[in-house]
């Protein structure tokens, strides 16, 4: 179906709102993949905060243009996906975890930005590999946590040990 004009228009400028919003972009290469595995991307990616979003490429790049993301869409592999990512490495680590564990699907990544810089595919790729922020913020805790807890062990061993010498003191005198 042909799109219109302003259906034209109101597509790009939502798309350029999204990609102002997002924290990271991965534009993923589609051609092949069956609308079941499409689906369970895009509940993945919902699960992590994350969308996906099909449109050409002539649109993506007058909407990502208009964000101030220096990708040329055009020159990106076959029929392009994009995911966007409140998260700087949710929607990366999403569709690196599908690739890795759906061998036979044809779904390959093709670049992607942080920001409004562009990333090679490596990068995406060792930017899947970084903890999320909900892992960044559990080893904080647990970092912040390990000197108080031994601290509070130290102080029991301290209290537990006066106890003994008082108690040995009354056994003395008894």
Known sequence: MQQTKQQKEILIKAVT?????SKALVFANYKGVTVKNLTAIRRELAKSGSSWQ???KTL???ALKNAG???NARELDGQVGVAFSHDEVAAAKVISEFQKNNKDVPLTIEGGSL????????????LAKLPSQKELR???VG???APISSFVRVLGGNLRGLVQVLKAIEEKKV
């Open 17 to 21: 709102e999204k990609a102002k919003e």
């Open 54 to 56: 099909v449109l050409k």
């Open 60 to 62: 993506l790049n007058i």
């Open 69 to 71: 993301i220096e990708i």
């Open 115 to 126: 920001g409004n810089k562009a990333l090679s595919v490596n990068e995406i790729k060792a």
């Open 138 to 140: 559990a080893q904080l």
């Open 143 to 145: 970092t912040l946590q």
